[in-house]
């Protein structure tokens, strides 16, 4: 069985083609390479000893997509290509939403027109928005997105929905990531931000290495029990897991499924910092600062559906998203790049 990765030499992408190649699925990745490396390919065939097929692809060029799709027999497609820097978002709405809703339709019309009819999305706790209760479940209503990003999710998982009723032997799996962090744990593969990290693990992981000097905790004030915010974190591995689960459900369901991908379990900022000092014998030097535009104080998943339909759950501890995502940043202190 074949499954087409789109941004799979991204972070969440490259754990999820080693979960796929290790489970014995044909791959093949396409990316632009827009905020992902080359040499990523590289280190997932040297984890896995498995070969895939990368094709340096914009999913805006329809014709190039066409090209990919039209050629080669596509079971199913799991689309993790897209743009998602929350802020950068608010500065460049119209960016995000041409390439994250026009990539999407180009690649929906794309795989139908050429006969796949399974398609996995990674969507985002963020659609639920800041009127839902916590923790989040899949029966609420989505809720007011703080951001454009998490409007092209909220739309995009819309536009799938309707291209369903429209088609009803498509299968769409709507995956809804929490806080994704951690690395593989061969240390070869792991979250390389440009730029200042905009996410709390990257940039722990940055102080700790050396490349910045502290941590700025957005607020210490907020009504939670230690003042700082509480999330979601998800090792990536366990998130990769949860696509190889969902491909498998996408194979035996047609019609829409939205599933959380989350442990249940809140960790509030000085927890992850106490944690990630712990877990590796390191010192990270941080400072309260003001809250950050957009932040909730917490939310957290009930992931009860994906246990009882995908027969998934979350196996790592937050001490093992610690260690990997140590183990990653201290192997790779520049990342991918060489310098
Ligand atoms: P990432 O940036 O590491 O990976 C996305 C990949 O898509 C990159 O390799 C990028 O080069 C590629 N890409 C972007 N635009 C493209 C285009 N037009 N054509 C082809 N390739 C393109 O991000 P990630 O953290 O791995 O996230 C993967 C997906 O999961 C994204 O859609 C993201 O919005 C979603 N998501 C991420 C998180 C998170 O916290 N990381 C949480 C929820 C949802
Ligand atoms: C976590 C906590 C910050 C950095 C974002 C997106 C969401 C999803 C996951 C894609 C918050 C605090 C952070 C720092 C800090 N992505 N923090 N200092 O905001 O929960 O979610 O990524 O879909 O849509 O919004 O994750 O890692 O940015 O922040 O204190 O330098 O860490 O305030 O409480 P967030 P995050």
Avoid at 43 to 51: A, S
Wanted: aromatic content about 10%; glycine content about 8%.
């Amino acid at each position: 069985m074949t499954v087409l990765v789109t941004g799979g030499l991204g972070y969440i992408g490259s754990h999820t083609v080693v979960e796929l190649l290790n489970s014995g699925y044909e791959v093949i990745v396409i990316d632009n390479l827009y905020n992902s490396y080359p040499e990523v390919e590289g280190r997932i065939k040297e984890i896995t000893g498995k070969d895939l097929t990368f094709i340096k692809c914009d999913i805006l060029d329809k014709a190039a997509l066409d090209l990919v799709t039209s050629k080669r027999e596509i079971d199913c497609c799991i689309h993790f290509a897209g743009l998602k820097a929350v802020g950068e978002s608010v500065q460049k709405p119209l960016l995000y939403y041409e390439n994250n809703i026009t990539g999407t339709i180009n690649l929906v019309n794309s795989l139908t027109e050429n006969g796949c009819k399974k398609i996995i999305f990674s969507s985002s706790a963020t659609v639920y928005g800041e009127e839902n209760d916590i923790p989040y479940i899949e029966t609420m209503k989505k809720g007011t997105c703080s951001s454009p990003y998490g409007w092209t999710k909220s739309m995009i998982e819309q536009i799938l929905t309707d291209a369903n009723t429209a088609d009803p032997e498509l299968s769409v799996v709507l995956l809804r990531y929490f806080n994704p962090i951690g690395a593989h744990p061969s240390g070869r593969i792991g979250e390389d931000p440009q730029g200042i990290p905009n996410n709390l693990m990257p940039y722990i992981s940055q102080v700790a290495v050396g490349r910045r000097d502290h941590l700025t905790i957005f607020g210490n004030d907020y009504k939670t029990p230690d003042g700082t915010c509480r999330r979601d974190y998800i090792h990536v591995v366990d998130l990769a897991e949860g696509h190889v689960k969902a491909v498998e459900y996408a194979a035996k369901n047609k019609g829409t499924s939205i599933f959380n991908l989350g442990t249940g379990t809140p960790y509030s900022v000085l927890e992850i910092v106490n944690a990630f000092e712990k877990a590796n014998g390191i010192e990270v030097k941080y400072e309260f600062g003001a809250r950050r535009a957009g932040d909730l104080p917490e939310f957290w998943a009930n992931s009860d559906k994906a246990k009882k339909e995908l027969g998934w759950t979350a196996k790592k501890n937050l001490e093992d998203m610690c260690r990997d995502s140590w183990n990653w940043q201290k192997n790779n202190p520049n990342g991918y790049r060489e310098d």
